[in-house]
């Protein structure tokens, strides 16, 4: 019988809950706001630019606070930058289409801050026999805020019309962030240990035959591809229907179909041949974007997310449990898993940003729905050469031992950021799909939707 959580497991679990509730509920709809009030997809490539970008740094910078010094004080810093970024877009309201670039340099920091510190807090505050109960409770808690708190938030800004509907939202989620912060300090100061090795990442890049020469290419590309989807889809259902309660209802659909493939492939992953699994996953992730060359409307983007949200776990599921099995191959790997998990977010940040250099090199000369196709169809089949760098990891068994180090090291870093598809939560919230990483298990339902300008989209 599995053991009950501890106090202090539970209290992190609803600080995390408060947490992604607050992200879910705004963060579909921000590249909307933005859009509306600027009718550019480039004011919303440079605000996810500097998001991406600074968060990456922050995960490095902050890697040395974490490990030598007080984890708590960066997370909560990660959750006080969260609320004055809504409290920022309130007080500038359509103004904030001129601070977009500062905008999104305080979301990267706020993300960068909280999601490393929790990681490394959550697997403090849980133990092997607990850590099965915390991970069920947090993706039960996250799914729920995942599928129903943007579609809630489309309700809300249709029935309230616009403007005053953008405010009512960003304001609840400033009050759920201020008592996120408030819970935090119940929490037990958690002082770090060892030396934080600046510059460890790249020494393992520099090693012949070090796995992480293959794993880092790998996990870029999985970045290239979300690094514009996660925001794009969304803006485009939006362009597509004008109409923000129909995003939501987009949104609760892909997040559901997401739900139960990830619950379906994460039972039976172990029964498949890993590699060819991942294979048809990357595969039939491109696959999907096809219908969108025909029309892109919202049906052609409604078959285009629940097809990604059907197919994406067959790609994540492999990709991101071989990454931690890798980080905790061994008790000296393991030791220096800050560092390990600051390579992994630079390889991601790196994708996003060579992704979004692409959309921004498009975008800005033609938003035709031809010219969107043809970039998401670029983006969207650069994991098949993440596959290549990946398949000598994709053994059909771990050996004797891997797994269970390998699993612990998941289990630590899983606790991460989620987005659904159908718009990106750009404070994320967790869930664990079943073994996966939540951040990515989570990007795969928001890939299926996200942010643009006012196109000719039908």
């Not at 008592?179 to 240990?193: A, D, N, P």
């Not at 959309?359 to 800005?364: D, H, T």
């Not at 390998?406 to 606790?415: C, I, L, N, R, T």
Request: charge should be positive.
């Amino acid at each position: 019988m599995a053991k009950a959580l501890e106090k202090q497991a539970v209290l992190l679990l609803i600080v995390q809950a408060l947490f992604g509730i607050a992200s879910a509920l705004s963060g579909t709809f921000l590249p909307v706001y933005l859009w509306k009030a600027s009718g550019s997809y480039s004011l919303i490539g440079w605000f996810t630019f500097a998001h991406y970008l600074v968060g990456g740094l922050t995960f490095w910078f902050a890697g040395k606070w974490v490990k030598e010094f007080n984890k708590m004080h960066s997370l909560r810093l990660g959750i006080a930058l969260s609320g004055l970024f809504y409290c920022m877009v309130l007080l500038l309201g359509e103004g904030a289409i001129r601070w977009s670039v500062p905008l999104g340099i305080l979301n990267g920091l706020a993300s960068g801050f909280f999601w490393l510190a929790f990681n490394v807090v959550y697997f403090e505050v849980t133990e092997p026999d607990t850590r099965d109960r915390y991970n069920g409770w947090a993706g039960l808690l996250g799914a729920g805020a995942g599928i129903l708190a943007p579609w809630i938030s489309g309700l809300l800004i249709t029935s309230m019309q616009g403007e005053r509907g953008y405010r009512f939202i960003f304001g609840l989620s400033l009050a759920i962030y201020s008592v996120s912060v408030i819970l935090s300090f119940w929490l037990k100061k958690r002082h770090g240990e060892g030396r934080y090795h600046w510059m460890m990442g790249f020494r393992k890049l520099m090693e012949p035959g070090n796995p992480w020469r293959k794993l880092f290419p790998a996990i870029a590309a999985q970045g290239i591809r979300e690094g514009v989807f996660m925001f794009l889809v969304g803006l485009l259902v939006y362009v597509a229907t004008r109409d923000e309660s129909r995003l939501g209802t987009y949104s609760l659909i892909v997040s559901l179909v997401s739900l139960v493939s990830f619950w379906l492939v994460g039972k039976l992953m172990a029964k498949m041949k890993r590699r060819w699994a991942m294979l048809a996953g990357v595969i039939m992730i491109a696959a999907v974007i096809l219908p969108l060359f025909w029309q892109v409307s919202y049906l052609t983007l409604l078959l285009f997310g629940i097809g990604t949200s059907l197919f994406i776990p067959l790609y994540i599921i492999p990709m991101t449990t071989r990454v931690f099995d890798v980080i905790g191959q061994s008790q000296e790997s393991a030791r220096n898993r800050e560092e390990f998990i600051v390579l992994r977010e630079a390889a991601l940040t790196t994708g996003r940003i060579i992704g979004l250099i692409a959309y921004l090199i498009v975008l800005p000369r033609t938003d035709s729905p031809l010219a969107i196709t043809w970039l998401m169809l670029g983006v969207g089949v650069v994991p098949i050469a993440g596959w290549w760098f990946m398949r000598s990891f994709l053994r059909d068994e771990a050996p004797h031992g891997e797994a269970v180090v390998g699993a612990d090291a998941a289990a630590h870093v899983s606790v991460a950021k989620v987005s659904t598809e159908a718009g990106s939560h750009y404070g994320k919230s967790s869930i664990h799909y079943f073994g996966a990483d939540r951040r990515d298990a989570g990007r795969s339902t928001q890939q299926n939707g996200g942010a643009g300008r006012r196109g000719r989209v039908r």
